[in-house]
């Protein structure tokens, strides 16, 4: 907060403007000593009007007693505020500071009834029956996934899970997991987020509605499907589907084949992984969908962000990593599915601007809305024209086409509709010389870099299925050859594949 030319200037989310202490309508501001509670604390300016003017308390003494006694009297539990008076240039105002509280939710007591308000950008709102829920857990220090049900754990299996955590992280599974990562309490009761995970889930609202839409809009669906399953079958439903529905290119080079596909596989990956884990599933008949569109692919789930802000106004590079549902978040994590520490955002946006064919402003985008969060990934192979050649894209990747042959797969032909293929051989066979490619892993290597460049050489060698030592000589012979590259730190860096023809 500063005080500038007699005017103060603050955040106004954060921050509450009142001329006056209103004695008799005590609502209009202890509804915003509730709000600043149950969110992230604030503070409510006295003697200062709307445009943030200041205009001065004739006496900020007994105001400030008025206001102890009220926030006593009418909140429910008491919060933590501190009242401190400050001088300006003859001026006498009171800062009611409002500490963010521990003991959600904070009620307004009147006439019986008890209200809760939370903090939407700049006004104080009645909570509506998910943000109470949500504050009730708070104040418990407990989240949805984390509740026990009445539901025997042992009327139900969890082989799926097993099958994939021993698949991911070539660890044997040990029914003792189920406790230890929050799944069964430990007098045998599945909690929430063991139901989303247990082979026969029952849980109404863990279902996915994949849709190919045929152009931009939403007007004729060339596939639609619905599944309702547990979370890991969801994951793969749903990546499934996408990949079914979507075009890749590739180019030819001189000794290996480089993908140029219409969005990063990795990116759409993590950001399936994200709305699954964290959307709010106290919200009953909503579902993720993903919507496939000629431009564009769109992901929905239930549930703005935790802490009530709208994504599109933030700087995604520095949101906290707030965690609807840690459990789920932790299962996830324990199958390697997602980065154990960072921002999932910031790394949809980091895979998709490492693609070879990746042009500036197509990576994803952010939104959230009323109660749903949205994730965009722009086709990078589209413009206003419609669909690019692939001989166009290959260009943006430094190609020169008349050394390389190029071939694609259509997502015409995924569609029923014949489509003409070039010759891989073409160019290379009128050379009459026969060129050293690169072998099949060390092409895995090359597909796998351009899906997800941070990925380890521990990764490529789970998802290859060699040992890690022949994923280490495999890229070796890589960047002997000129091919791959590797980028800033050990930990911190990432690979590139050279796209540049000497």
């Known amino acids: 907060m500063q005080i500038h030319n007699n005017t103060l200037i603050a955040e106004c989310s954060a921050y509450d403007f009142k001329e006056m202490l209103e004695r008799r309508k005590v609502k209009s501001w202890l509804k915003s000593v509730s709000a600043f509670a149950n969110t992230d604390g604030g503070s409510l300016f006295y003697g200062v009007n709307d445009e943030g003017t200041i205009i001065g308390l004739e006496n900020p003494q007994a105001d400030a007693s008025f206001i102890s006694e009220m926030i006593k009297a009418r909140l429910d539990p008491v919060p933590e505020i501190q009242l401190i008076p400050i001088e300006h240039e003859g001026h006498s105002l009171l800062e009611v500071k409002v500490k963010a509280g521990m003991l959600t939710p904070y009620y307004y007591y009147q006439d019986g009834t008890r209200t809760a308000y939370?903090?939407?950008?700049?006004?104080?709102?009645?909570?509506?029956?998910?943000?109470?829920?949500?504050?009730?857990?708070?104040?418990?220090?407990?989240?949805?996934?984390?509740?026990?049900?009445?539901?025997?754990?042992n009327?139900?299996?969890?082989?799926?899970?097993?099958?994939?955590?021993?698949?991911?992280?070539?660890?044997?599974?040990?029914?003792?997991?189920?406790?230890?990562?929050?799944?069964?309490?430990?007098?045998?009761?599945?909690?929430?987020?063991?139901?989303?995970?247990?082979?026969?889930?029952?849980?109404?609202?863990?279902?996915?509605?994949?849709?190919?839409?045929?152009?931009?809009?939403?007007?004729?669906?060339?596939s639609s499907i619905e599944h309702r399953a547990n979370l890991v079958l969801l994951l793969k439903y749903g990546m499934d589907f996408i990949k079914n529905y979507t075009m890749r290119g590739w180019v030819k080079m001189p000794n290996y084949r480089l993908n140029l596909p219409e969005y990063s596989e990795r990116a759409i990956f993590e950001g399936l992984v994200n709305h699954l884990i964290h959307r709010d599933y106290t919200i009953m008949g909503g579902e993720v969908h993903i919507d496939?569109?000629?431009?564009?692919?769109?992901?929905?789930?239930?549930?703005?962000?935790?802490?009530?802000?709208?994504?599109?106004?933030?700087?995604?590079?520095?949101?906290?990593?707030?965690?609807?549902?840690?459990?789920?978040?932790?299962?996830f994590t324990q199958l390697d599915y997602m980065e154990k520490r960072g921002s999932g955002l910031r790394k949809m946006r980091e895979l998709t601007e490492k693609l070879p064919n990746f042009l500036p402003g197509k990576e994803p985008h952010y939104k959230?809305?009323?109660?749903?969060?949205?994730?965009?990934?722009?086709?990078?192979?589209?413009?206003?024209?419609?669909?690019?050649?692939?001989?166009?894209?290959?260009?943006?990747?430094?190609?020169?086409?008349?050394?390389?042959?190029?071939?694609?797969e259509s997502s015409e032909e995924?569609?029923?509709?014949?489509?003409?293929?070039?010759?891989?051989?073409?160019?290379?066979?009128?050379?009459?010389?026969?060129?050293?490619?690169?072998?099949?892993?060390?092409?895995?290597?090359?597909?796998?870099?351009?899906?997800?460049?941070?990925?380890?050489?521990?990764?490529?060698?789970?998802?290859?299925?060699i040992s890690p030592r022949a994923v280490e000589k495999?890229?070796?012979?890589?960047?002997?050859?000129?091919?791959?590259?590797?980028?800033?730190?050990?930990?911190a860096g990432y690979w590139r594949i050279i796209t540049n023809s000497q």
């Not at 950008?121 to 943000?131: F, K, L, T, Y």
């Not at 906290?320 to 789920?328: A, F, G, K, M």
């Not at 597909?447 to 290859?464: C, F, K, R, Y």
Request: glycine share 6%.
């Open 368 to 408: 959230t809305e009323a109660s749903s969060f949205f994730t965009t990934f722009y086709n990078l192979n589209w413009n206003e024209a419609g669909n690019i050649p692939v001989e166009k894209v290959a260009q943006r990747a430094n190609i020169t086409l008349n050394e390389f042959s190029v071939n694609k």
């Open 155 to 222: 009327k139900y299996s969890f082989i799926i899970l097993a099958n994939t955590f021993h698949e991911q992280t070539r660890q044997e599974w040990n029914d003792k997991y189920l406790e230890s990562f929050g799944l069964v309490t430990p007098n045998g009761k599945l909690t929430h987020a063991g139901l989303l995970f247990v082979d026969n889930c029952t849980v109404f609202q863990s279902r996915i509605f994949c849709t190919r839409w045929n152009g931009l809009y939403k007007d004729n669906a060339i």
């Open 414 to 465: 995924k569609f029923g509709r014949k489509v003409r293929k070039k010759s891989s051989e073409e160019k290379f066979g009128e050379a009459g010389q026969k060129l050293k490619n690169v072998g099949k892993t060390a092409q895995k290597i090359i597909d796998l870099v351009i899906s997800d460049p941070s990925i380890s050489a521990e990764a490529m060698a789970s998802n290859i299925g």
């Open 292 to 331: 496939i569109y000629d431009d564009r692919i769109e992901l929905v789930s239930p549930g703005a962000m935790l802490d009530g802000t709208l994504i599109q106004d933030r700087d995604i590079y520095n949101i906290p990593s707030l965690r609807r549902n840690p459990v789920i978040a932790d299962m």
């Open 118 to 153: 939370t903090r939407i950008g700049n006004e104080s709102v009645e909570c509506n029956s998910q943000q109470l829920l949500s504050l009730v857990l708070k104040g418990t220090h407990m989240t949805w996934d984390s509740l026990p049900t009445q539901v025997d754990a």
């Open 474 to 491: 495999q890229i070796a012979k890589l960047r002997i050859m000129g091919i791959l590259t590797r980028e800033g730190a050990t930990k």
